[in-house]
């Protein structure tokens, strides 16, 4: 039943994960009304929320405009149920904010396969990851998509080997400026964002612990699926879908050598996880199997959620 009612794309379908979306955000905040003693907290909460729906749809947009899904919203609907998984997410408005940047730049890595305005791309991208990077620091991982991309394209030309430098030295001149117009420390700032930490002993309750744990498996379910099913992928897609699981190991990579460790910083990897998602769902397989994962997952989702209210 669910899988009939996301296979299409229709307007209902991104109007009804749009109203679950504003749904469990509201339901979240609900804990602690005391943003709504300030305007500037509400416009703040509205704006994220705005940013948290862009970058459902930007995932989706990267999947469909680059045929690495059908015409269907399943992309909209998975990376809404891998949300659930982290709540706590909706209070880290550097980690959202990183993550859409994240995107911008993901969206000009997978359309470079068409070898159309590609130095601009490839500026674009390093822009959009050096941008990302002052909110959430080790987003500047992501360069090394970058270059992988330059790699499988166009590495013959020397110049889109130098495209990322000079993103990284327009990104730091706005840093500077910014630094000293608002009295920034950078340094300070640099210093502390760098920071990181391997342990994975955060855990402040045990619903934390099983979020991940069940988030952590059903990950590897769909990654293993990707790889197993790789070479029987269209040839033209091949290159895009090793970017898709480039990208996803980045964030978890991310989430690795972050301090201030949280399940939260598992959302670089909401958008890939949510794409190969989509591909393993859209595989010629029974109906039956298709309605069963995605039952499951709902039911793992929720759980998650509201386990952790």
């Known amino acids: 039943m669910i899988t009939s009612v996301f296979r299409k794309s229709t307007p209902l379908n991104f109007l009804l994960v749009g109203i679950l979306m504003l749904f469990f955000f509201l339901l979240f905040l609900w804990q602690d009304l005391s943003w709504t003693n300030s305007i500037f907290l509400i416009v703040t909460k509205v704006g994220l929320f705005c940013l948290l729906v862009a970058s459902v749809f ?25 949300l659930l998984f982290f ?23 997978i359309s470079l396969q068409s070898l159309k305005a590609s130095k601009e791309k490839i500026f674009d991208a390093s822009f959009w990851i050096f941008l990302a990077a002052l909110f959430h620091f080790w987003s500047i991982i992501f360069i090394v998509l970058v270059f992988i991309s330059i790699l499988f394209h166009v590495s013959r030309d020397y110049r889109n080997w130098i495209l990322p430098f000079i993103a990284f030295f327009v990104v730091t001149i706005f840093f500077l400026i910014y ?53 029987n992928r269209p040839q033209l897609l091949i290159t895009s879908y090793k ?67």
Do not use: W
Not at 58 to 82: E, R, V
Not at 266 to 282: G, K, N, Q, V
């Open 243 to 309: 970017k898709i699981i480039a990208s996803f190991f980045i964030g978890v990579l991310i989430f690795m050598v972050s301090s201030n460790k949280s399940n939260d910083l598992l959302i670089f990897t909401f958008a890939p996880l949510a794409i190969m998602a989509t591909s393993h769902i859209e595989m010629p397989q029974l109906k039956l199997n298709k309605e069963l994962a995605l039952y499951v997952l709902i039911l793992c989702s929720m759980f998650a959620f509201f386990s952790q209210l």
């Open 58 to 82: 930007m995932a989706n947009f990267i999947a469909k405009k680059n045929g690495l899904s059908k015409d269907s919203t399943f992309t909209i609907f998975f990376y809404f149920l891998f």
């Open 179 to 231: 630094a000293a117009v608002f009295n920034l420390n950078g340094f300070e700032y640099l210093n502390q964002s760098v920071e990181t930490n391997f342990e994975i002993n955060y855990f402040t309750t045990n619903y934390q612990n099983a979020a991940f744990s069940i988030y952590a498996t059903v990950a590897l379910f769909f990654v293993v699926s990707m790889f197993s099913t790789l070479s």
């Open 87 to 109: 709540p706590s997410v909706l209070d880290h408005t550097n980690l959202i904010v990183s993550n859409f940047f994240i995107l911008l730049a993901l969206r000009r890595l």
